[in-house]
């Protein structure tokens, strides 16, 4: 099965710099990527995802790279807000199992 | 609906009683999941269904957990004796597609406390 990495677990970035989340997973036949961000007490919402067939995806000021050699893609939000403050999941599609989550970055955006 | 609806959203429940969790996902969803979220931890599989059938139990921590699906649509996960590391948030996510590499929507999960 999947086996799936997320890192760094606890990030801490002042307003308006940028914050990097980096996952790494086992399958190589994975083909799709998504990143979910949960607040606490809130559901996993999907804010981003990326398909094996593409190396980057922007969304303002979200991005998702893929690096299919290495076996790992990152989240990438650009000038952090205070609203940003949640925990990050990626959640590699390995095939034929359904999404297995990583174990989540603690993400503190400080004002 | 507007959204995955789930119920109850928080329940407590005493060691050894049995519990029912319902899941009612978005209309015209195929694809219907469950997962448990312990605290601080990511969500983990349990099960999946897609319309009626369910295709995939390989998460389920044991024979207390049974799920189920009978007309393809609202889904109930079910507990019996239950015990405290049941204690956790359950999540349902449904999906659009039979192809699960694809973007599922999590309801706001069903938290459950056995003392």
């Known amino acids: 099965g999947e086996n799936v990495e997320q890192h760094p677990s606890t990030l801490s970035v002042q307003e308006g710099d940028s914050a990097v989340i980096k996952c790494t997973y086992s399958?190589?036949?994975?083909?799709?990527f998504p990143w979910y961000k949960q607040e606490l007490g809130k559901r996993p919402q999907l804010i981003i995802d990326i398909r094996s067939n593409v190396g980057e995806k922007k969304d303002q000021r979200i991005a998702v790279t893929l690096n299919k050699t290495a076996k790992h893609f990152s989240l990438h939000i650009t000038e952090t807000q205070p609203e940003d403050s949640a925990v990050y999941f990626c959640?590699?599609?390995?095939?034929?199992?359904?999404?297995?989550f990583g174990k989540g970055t603690r993400l503190s955006v400080i004002a | 609906g507007a959204g995955v609806s789930q119920s109850p959203r928080y329940k407590v429940a005493k060691r050894g009683q049995d519990v029912a969790l319902r899941c009612d996902p978005i209309?015209?969803?195929?694809?219907l999941f469950w997962y448990q979220q312990a605290l601080g931890q990511g969500p983990e599989f349990l099960t999946y269904f897609q319309n009626e059938a369910q295709l995939d139990k390989s998460g389920l921590p044991s024979d207390r957990f049974f799920a189920e699906r009978p007309e393809g649509s609202v889904s109930t996960l079910k507990i019996q004796r239950t015990q405290q590391e049941d204690s956790a948030v359950y999540l349902c996510a449904s999906s659009f597609s039979k192809d699960i590499g694809n973007t599922i929507y999590f309801g706001e999960g069903s938290w459950l406390t056995v003392v």
């Open positions: 959640a590699p599609f390995g095939g034929n199992t359904p999404l297995v």
């Open positions: 399958d190589s036949a994975s083909n799709y």
């Open positions: 209309s015209g969803h195929v694809s």
